[in-house]
């Protein structure tokens, strides 16, 4: 990268403080006048150690910093490392806790897919956009903040079951919120469809095929714009999305207009989804009958073994490996993160655009550095 | 003129030229803050929230706390800047807006059925003048991003003259159509020659053409690829601090308020009104310029707006708009024009 | 592809490299390999049966046993069977073979596990620090006998 410098290239650092990452981490270009002839990643500025801190708290602590991985999606963070303690533990949360969860996720990717299309309109110019999504995003918010009483980092999830139940009269102040969503995400298809200088800054940048998608190992939105049905509520199932109806959405350009769009899609998708879920919730305890997980679980010692848990997470295939040896702090957790091969692919896309594509296409990846670091 | 002057004050006119010219930019520096402050609410309301609403009534003093916040600034320079360039790009960007002031007539008054336009000077080439002028801002945009020894305004200052190169042609050629209709380059004539039939209807591409060429002129949203906020920090302007800053932030608007007052004058009709209006003693006097504020705010208004509701061009969309759409439109537009001033003129 | 029938498959091929292959349960399955043969294993399973989707690479201090393992997960982006292979280093000299060419995005993950642990990845394009500084370089963080961790836990609660 540092090689004998042409006379018209210079290195240009989009560095740790950027207006248009998501988090920081430098990203190294060669430019040759506009044109990006080399790039290079550098991770860290926000590693927080949590693999080693997940080693020296207990369980029931880990809950709470496992949150902290990815700070806008923390339910499916929780999701996971609960997952995979659930596994171990031999126990299975009964049917209205797995109900709750997959409300709570389902809202989750509402959320965080409301922010990375607002991001992304910024990064290419369009401000406006960006107002609009936040304001649809604080109705969800306001949502999950009645259920666990936080807008971020939420803690709410225990093993076995959920921290507390639903608020009285949850679903009445759900529908309308619904309702509203569908109206508005209809409106910003249309605003990204009509758009002309939208759609040449976004139609045909940052190409990707399936056969080089996979390659790279992405995952998510990102590779289900290219055509490839790959997501793990239909794959490997868990809690009760195999009793749902919803499908995959995918498209087959692989640009960064179809990233958009497949999230557009899964937008309605989720929506689909927590009206099922409000519809068929049944009534029943929250944890596991005869069982001291409730409430009040002080300290518990999981069996010694091992397992490799995966969800959906919204940017893609989030993954723990959790190994036991039968104390009451886990032995070695290994956080396998959706956006860490996405931005390891991201280098070898951006050469040979201009540096005006390398904001297009580093935002159609919705990233989170956080989870990228941990 | 029939007026007639005095004797004793003839020695004192330079005099009174240099006070009614300091009144001037003290006004058009208050027009540029109003600007300022009818941006920021305007897009405010696009985008559901609400502007400056405390600093005083709806927030119209916001714009004076900011300035005083920008004039108790520390004054940074980068330790490899070029002294020359950085400290003197001030000049260049708001003497071409002052220098295009001198020329523009910002309205117009009817005593006894004559017509005195309010303008600094009155020259015979005056509409040419004005644009030739409003092209020496880009020096002083170079002068900034070139010598602030940094890449990202380097990049911008490379994306600026590019646009410059590119928009300059169709505009003077658009500027160039609408004078050879009329017969005369004198922005006064342009302006009293329109009556009922404006030239936005006479030249309908010609009038398009010039707006969108103005619009990147001044370097507004969807042209503003040298200070594209997200790619580039904040592109060409990113090491000035303090009221450099400032200066250079009002002349941006101040442009647009001048080239708002263009647009109204050469094809939205000028201060023209019927002649029962202009013949009124009272109403003779303000209702002229009256009415080309009201056009020249409508036309703000809508370079506002338009910066809020689109993203924002790549570098190489933009030239190739130019020259590849906009350049044949213009000419298109000239031929239209020539022949129609034939026309009209037999 | 079943469970069973990948098995087979894999300890047909490959006798006396796996060792312990188990299945835990529809889709998820486990098995000890050589640590001198793990790429060309790699190789096998990309080629031959559809595992062409690279989880994660970490690896684990077991100072117990007084060795490291590299743990690989693959799967597939066809069926959902993932599989956890094991390789079982020395901790005085841990080196293995780098997968970088069987699967491009193994590299940072083996970046990650050389700066955390010390496992040196041989013919790794680019083997430098990817998460930490540069001069934490030889700490080795997640080894259990780093000293530099705060222990402050709620062992005195239990």
């Known amino acids: 990268m540092e090689e004998q410098l042409e006379p018209n290239e210079m290195i240009i650092h989009l560095g740790p403080q950027h207006p248009m990452q998501p988090g920081p981490f430098r990203l190294n270009l060669r430019l040759k006048g506009e044109t990006v002839v080399d790039a290079d990643i550098e991770l860290g500025f926000i590693h927080k150690g949590i693999e080693k801190i997940l080693e020296n708290k207990t ?52 959320q965080s897919h409301l922010l990375g299309m607002g991001e992304f309109g910024e990064f290419i110019g369009f401000v406006s956009m960006f107002m609009y999504t936040i304001r649809e995003r604080e109705e969800v918010l306001s949502l999950i903040d009645m259920i666990t009483g936080a807008r971020v980092t939420h803690s709410y999830l225990k093993f076995g079951g959920v921290r507390d139940d639903l608020p009285d009269g949850f679903k009445e102040k759900a529908i309308p919120v619904l309702n509203n969503l569908k ?29 080089v998608a996979k390659n790279l190992g992405v995952s998510g939105p990102v590779l289900r714009a290219t055509g490839v049905p790959f997501d793990i509520r239909k794959n490997e199932p868990y809690l009760i999305y195999k009793d749902l109806d919803f499908r995959v959405c995918t498209e087959t350009a692989g640009d960064c207009f179809a990233r958009v769009q497949v999230r557009l899609n899964e937008i309605r998708e989720s929506i689909y989804i927590l009206e099922q879920c409000l519809d068929q919730l049944p009534s029943g305890p929250l944890f596991p009958e005869n069982t001291y997980y409730g409430r009040r679980t002080p300290v518990m010692r999981v069996p010694a073994g091992e397992v490799f848990h995966r969800v959906e997470d919204p940017r893609g295939e989030m993954g723990m490996y959790m190994i036991s040896d039968g104390s009451d702090k886990p032995y070695r957790v290994k956080i396998r993160g959706p956006h860490y091969p996405t931005l390891q692919a991201l280098p070898p896309l951006i050469i040979g655009t201009t540096v005006a594509d390398v904001a297009a296409i580093s935002g159609s990846m919705d990233g989170c550095t956080s989870e990228a670091d941990r | 003129m029939a007026i007639v002057i ?15 010219g300091l009144l001037l930019i003290g006004i058009i520096f208050i027009g540029a803050m109003g600007a300022v402050w009818l941006e920021r609410k305007l897009s405010a309301d696009i985008q559901t929230r609400m502007g400056p609403c405390r600093v005083g009534k709806y927030g119209l003093l916001q714009l004076v706390a900011d300035a005083i916040k920008l004039f108790t ?29 001198v020329a523009l007539p910002v309205g117009a008054v009817f005593i006894n059925g004559v017509e005195y336009p309010l303008a600094v000077t009155q020259m015979d080439i005056s509409v040419l003048y004005i644009e ?18 940094n890449k990202y305004s380097l990049l911008g200052a490379f994306r600026n003259f590019a646009r410059m190169v590119g928009y300059e042609v169709p505009l003077g050629i658009t500027v160039i159509s609408v004078a050879a209709m009329t017969g005369s380059l004198n922005i006064v004539d342009i302006s009293s020659a329109q009556g009922l039939h404006w030239n936005i209807f006479l030249q309908p ?61 050469l094809f939205l009709g000028g201060w023209n009104l019927p002649g029962f209006i202009a013949n009124n003693s009272v109403l003779g006097l303000i209702a002229p310029t009256g009415f080309l504020l009201i056009k ?39 031929v239209w024009a020539v022949g129609l001033g034939l026309y009209l003129g037999a | 592809m079943d469970v069973t029938e990948i098995l087979k498959s894999l300890t047909d091929t490959f006798p006396e490299v796996i060792s312990e292959a188990t299945a835990e349960s529809e889709i998820r399955t486990r098995a000890y390999v050589d640590r001198k043969k793990a790429k060309e294993v790699c190789q096998y399973l990309k080629d031959s049966l559809q595992f062409d989707h690279l989880c994660s690479v970490c690896g684990v201090d077991y100072i117990k046993r007084n060795e490291f393992e590299v743990v690989y997960h693959i799967a597939s982006y066809d069926h959902p069977v993932v599989l956890a292979l094991k390789a079982k280093l020395p901790r005085e000299n841990p080196q293995i073979e ?12 083996e970046r990650e596990t050389y700066e955390l642990f010390g496992i040196i990845f041989k013919n790794h394009p680019n083997l430098k620090p990817l998460i930490l500084p540069e001069d934490m370089l030889g700490e080795w963080p997640l080894r259990k006998d780093y000293k530099g961790f705060p222990n402050k836990t709620a062992r005195n609660l239990v």
């Open chain 2, 132 to 149: 030739a002028v409003s092209a020496l801002s880009i020096f002083g945009i170079f002068m900034v991003a070139y010598g602030s020894n």
């Open chain 2, 205 to 265: 591409i010609g009038c398009f053409v010039f707006f969108v060429s103005l619009m990147a002129d001044m370097g507004r949203l969807p042209f503003d690829q040298n200070e594209s906020e997200e790619e580039l920090i904040a592109g060409w302007i990113t090491e000035y601090c303090g009221m450099r800053f400032g200066l250079g932030f009002f002349a941006e608007y101040i442009h647009m308020i001048l080239g708002s007052f263009l647009v109204a004058l």
């Open chain 3, 98 to 109: 780098s997968i970088v060419s069987v699967y491009w995005n193994a590299n940072w993950y």
């Open chain 2, 6 to 20: 005095p004797e004793s004050i003839i020695p004192l006119i330079p005099w009174i030229r240099g006070i009614i």
């Open chain 2, 296 to 334: 020249a705010t409508f036309v703000l208004l809508v370079i506002i707006g338009l910066r809020w509701a689109v993203p924002r061009f790549r570098i190489d969309q933009v030239v190739d708009l130019s020259w590849k759409k906009l350049l044949p439109l213009a000419l298109l537009n000239l």
């Open chain 1, 59 to 110: 369980y029931l602590q880990g809950i709470t910093i496992v949150d902290r991985i990815c700070y806008l999606v923390a339910l499916v963070n929780e999701e996971c490392f609960v997952g995979c303690t659930e596994k171990l533990l031999g126990i299975e949360p009964p049917e209205r806790s797995q109900y709750i969860r997959v409300i709570l996720d389902e809202l989750t990717r509402i």
């Open chain 1, 183 to 211: 109206k508005s995400v209809g409106d910003f298809e249309e605003m990204f469809h009509t758009d002309r200088i939208f759609r040449e800054r976004t139609v045909g940048v940052g190409v990707l095929t399936a056969d």
């Open chain 2, 73 to 101: 600034k520390e004054d940074l320079k980068p330790l490899n800047a070029d002294s020359l360039l950085f400290n003197n790009a001030n000049i260049f960007m708001l003497g071409s807006v002052f220098l295009m002031l």
